[in-house]
Nanobody
Framework: QVQLVESGGGLVQAGGSLRLSCVASGRTISTLTMGWFRQAPGKEREFVAAIAWSSGMTSYGDSVKGRFTVSRDNAKNTVYLQMNSLKPEDTAVYYC????????????????WGQGTQVTVSS
């Protein structure tokens, strides 16, 4: 089993930055891929970014490409999401999750989820 805890959310003005953290514990996850998703009120959970623990290869959703950067610290079992040039439409609860198989952008291919952290971007 894997436990995930997100932190770093908050209120920020448009154009500002935040860095989210996700600490993983439990089973060894160094060979797995971690993903970030977000969910705004009334909307489906949306893929944001993913990173492979071993290689560091990354992927991003179209809406955040060029503004967000995902990284990891393998020794700390921590994944980060650096969010720059934030827009009001980035407002959502952000979740990290463990990917096991299939495409990294599909919600159904993730088996463990954190509790989420709220990000609110004001105009």
């Amino acid at each position: 089993q894997v436990q995930l805890v997100e932190s770093g959310g908050g209120l920020v003005q448009a154009g500002g930055s935040l860095r989210l953290s996700c600490v993983a514990s439990g089973r060894t996850i160094s060979t797995l891929t971690m993903g970030w998703f977000r969910q705004a009120p009334g909307k489906e959970r949306e893929f944001v970014a993913a990173i492979a623990w071993s290689s560091g290869m990354t992927s991003y959703g179209d809406s955040v490409k060029g503004r967000f950067t995902v990284s990891r610290d393998n020794a700390k079992n921590t994944v980060y999401l650096q969010m720059n040039s934030l827009k009001p439409e980035d407002t959502a609860v952000y979740y990290c999750a463990v990917h096991y198989a299939g495409t990294t952008y599909s919600v159904g291919n993730y088996g463990y989820w954190g509790q989420g952290t709220q990000v609110t971007v004001s105009s």
